[in-house]
């Protein structure tokens, strides 16, 4: 079903985004920078510097782990990238004000041309266990879905 909705969003031009994975990895580059102002729990974004993609663990069952990132991969040819696209995340409530989503614009240039449409668990307050769910959009069109479900690490292999 993606397929033939990604395809119409792009007619004619034989390039399609590409989904590449989902899952979740403690070995995200750790080169990165924080820009302020944007509509997250915190106001704040991470941006990695790396051009490498880390190695994720394909599951759709998260450890909800401080240092965790989580989310999916896409690869988008670059004239894509005329269009504004944006990822977002619909959780469970946490943090002062009971937040359940988040949205952030998203550069190509980072991991290669590759879109991380993700999150990093940085602080306790962001250990909420539950269902997940990542999007990428472009202007009022959903790309891709996909559903992670955070859980206890005891419960994981």
């Known amino acids: ?9 792009f007619p004619g031009n034989g390039k399609t985004p590409l989904f590449l994975e989902y899952g979740y990895t403690a070995d995200f580059p750790q080169q990165q920078h924080i820009v302020s102002g944007f509509d997250t729990v915190d106001g704040e ?3 990695s510097r790396s051009t490498e993609k880390p190695l994720f663990v394909n599951s759709r ?3 909800a782990t401080v240092g965790v990132a989580f989310g999916f991969w896409v690869e988008v040819p670059s004239n894509v990238f005329a269009k504004p696209l944006r990822g977002s995340v619909h959780h469970p409530a946490m943090g002062p004000e009971s937040r359940t989503n988040q949205t952030w614009p998203l550069e190509k240039h980072f991991f290669g041309g590759r879109l ?11 250990l909420v266990l539950g269902d ?4 990428l ?21």
């Open 1 to 9: 079903m993606l397929a033939t909705i990604i395809s119409g969003i």
């Open 45 to 47: 974004l991470i941006r």
């Open 61 to 63: 069952k998260v450890p």
């Open 116 to 126: 991380f449409v993700g999150y990093r668990l940085e602080d306790e307050y962001e």
């Open 132 to 135: 997940w769910t990542f999007e």
């Open 137 to 157: 959009w472009e202007n009022d069109l959903i790309l891709f879905e996909q559903t992670l479900e955070l859980v206890d690490p005891a419960t994981l292999p």
